[in-house]
């Protein structure tokens, strides 16, 4: 085992290709940083610390920014609009034949143009939340702004950075290794370690020590079943006719590994990005409406949000997260991974399942195949992504409730990362 380490640890320090694109990733890691170091003019610091003071959802957000939402930075918004606008254009693959065939079956030409697509719907997505945020931070009095003109250069300082971010997780994507856009998450979850850290540390209780070392087991526990299930897969055995025949009638066997978690970590980003949406609108529409005419509209909304901060209100939300990760991960899925495409490739190259005709038989048999493993990873995903809510109701320790699930994508992303560079690995070996 050590052997082989020495030996892949020497062949990457000897692979210039890849050493240069890890190097570049680290340069993209960077550039995020120095961007959300730079706050947008007229912030006042103490206000922002107050507004940010027990609000479990902006410093859930202000991890995926990377520490750039606490400081109200160019980047705040992160990735945000990026990934919604990814979320409603694979939605509109369901409804519209013409998207669908875009992405699945128009070859790589057909994936830029819906790529275009989807930065074409960020526009407006970066500029609603934009506008939306700042005009909360402007009642809240965190950022003042003299005149019009100066609220409307942060709204298009916060888009642009949005913009920019979203550039440079494609340029990872381009001349990196993995994806870009998760790298970006990666980078955020990583630079607000210390912070997590030094808040635990700070918030520290003799009498919750069992309750710490349960917490850390089950990190440790919940860690192995996340790289156990996303490195499992149900190998399908194929069998060429043409090498069959070569050989005299003995079979030639290879097989088609099915992942049991095809999704990854990408139905946590999606639920999560669908559950902060509508409280973050919600925000905004009970400040700009308060004591007006619409006051009671404002009033109901704060009834709906403390409703949703009470005991049942949290299992409803825990359920509704739950429901959505498990129906964004067979949605994934469904995308990814088309059947009838593979049967059709499997015959084209005389291939064939043993024991299964070739065709709509076979596309069959991989669909209820794909179906049940699905329903095993996405159950599993959708318990992962809870865990740490109800661990943190039990015991009352807030930051493992925002570490469980940032590490839950942060594992993910590692992997992905680790098994790209090992495929580029033996690539040179071999």
Do not use: C
Request: aromatic share 12%.
């Amino acid at each position: 085992m050590w052997q082989t380490a020495r030996h892949k640890l020497a062949l990457f320090f000897s692979d210039a290709v890849l050493l240069k694109r890890v190097g570049f990733v680290l340069l993209v890691f960077l550039l995020f940083r120095a961007l959300a170091a730079l706050p947008v003019p007229g912030v006042d610091p103490a206000r922002l610390a107050e507004f940010f003071a027990g609000n479990d959802l902006l410093s859930f957000l202000n991890i995926f920014s990377g520490g750039g939402l606490s400081r109200l930075s160019l980047v705040m918004l992160g990735v945000g609009p990026y990934i919604t606008a990814s979320i409603i254009m694979q939605l509109m693959t369901v409804v519209s034949p013409r998207l669908k065939a875009l992405y699945t079956e128009e070859g790589e030409q057909g994936r830029l143009r819906f790529t275009l697509y989807t930065r074409w719907l960020t526009l407006p997505l970066a500029l609603l939340q934009a506008v939306g945020f700042l005009l909360v931070l402007e009642n809240e009095r965190v950022i003042v702004t003299n005149s019009p003109v100066e609220f409307a250069a942060n709204v298009a300082l916060v888009v642009a950075g949005s913009f920019l971010l979203m550039w440079l997780g494609e340029l990872a994507t381009e001349f990196g290794i993995g994806n870009g856009v998760s790298l970006i998450i990666f980078a955020g979850i990583a630079a607000s370690l210390p912070q997590v850290v030094s808040q635990l540390w700070v918030s520290f209780d003799v009498t919750l020590i069992p309750a710490y070392i349960g917490l850390a087991l089950a990190g440790v526990a919940a860690t192995y079943a996340v790289v156990f299930i996303t490195e499992a897969e149900r190998p399908v055995p194929i069998v060429y006719a043409k090498e069959a025949r070569a050989l005299s009638g003995r079979s030639v066997t290879s097989y088609l590994p099915i992942r049991l978690n095809q999704a990854g970590v990408i139905p946590i980003i999606f639920a999560l990005s669908l559950l902060v949406m509508p409280s973050i609108v919600g925000r905004f529409l009970e400040v700009a409406l308060a004591g007006g005419s619409f006051d009671w509209i404002a009033q109901w909304i704060g009834a709906a949000r403390n409703w949703f901060a009470s005991p049942i209100g949290s299992i409803v939300y825990f359920s509704l997260y739950f429901l959505l990760v498990v129906g964004f991960t067979y949605f994934y899925t469904a995308i990814t991974f088309d059947p009838e495409q593979m049967a059709k490739d499997l015959q084209r190259r005389g291939a064939f399942i043993p024991g299964v005709r070739p065709g709509e038989p076979t596309a069959a048999y991989l669909g209820t195949l794909v179906t049940r493993l699905t329903l095993v990873g996405a159950l599993f995903l959708g318990v992962i992504a809870v865990l740490p809510f109800l661990l943190q109701a039990a015991t009352g320790v807030a930051q493992f409730a925002i570490g469980g699930t940032a590490l839950l994508i942060a594992v993910s992303v590692v992997l992905d990362v680790l098994r790209k560079i090992d495929a580029q690995l033996s690539v040179r070996e071999y």
